[in-house]
C-alpha cells in the first residue's frame, strides 16, 4: 500500500544516503556524477503525486540545482518558475 504521507522516516532517509554515499546521484549524459555533498535533499525517483512510494527504491539524493532540474523536466518550467531563486 502506497503511504498517503510525503514524509520519508528517518530509518529511510538515512539508508537513501547511505545508498548515494552522501552525494548527489545525478549523473550527466557523459556519465559524471554531481559532486555536491552538501545541502542535498531526497527526491522521489517516480514523483509521490504520480503514485511514487517512500521506498529506498524509489528516493535518491540530489542537490537542490538537480532536483529543481528534474522537478522541471517532470512537471514542467512553467509549474516550477515560482521556485527558481532570483539574484
Request: hydrophobic share 45%; aromatic share 6%.
Amino acid at each position: 500500500l502506497a503511504s498517503s504521507s510525503r514524509h520519508v522516516a528517518a530509518a529511510v532517509r538515512d539508508e537513501v544516503y547511505v545508498h548515494d554515499n552522501g552525494q548527489c546521484a545525478f549523473v550527466a549524459a557523459d556519465g559524471t556524477r554531481c559532486g555536491a555533498r552538501k545541502g542535498l535533499e531526497i527526491d522521489h525517483i517516480r514523483p509521490f503525486a504520480a503514485g511514487g512510494t517512500n521506498d529506498v527504491s524509489n528516493l535518491r539524493l540530489l542537490c537542490a540545482a538537480h532536483n529543481l532540474r528534474a522537478a522541471e523536466r517532470t512537471l514542467g518550467i512553467e509549474l516550477m518558475a515560482p521556485f527558481w531563486r532570483r539574484e
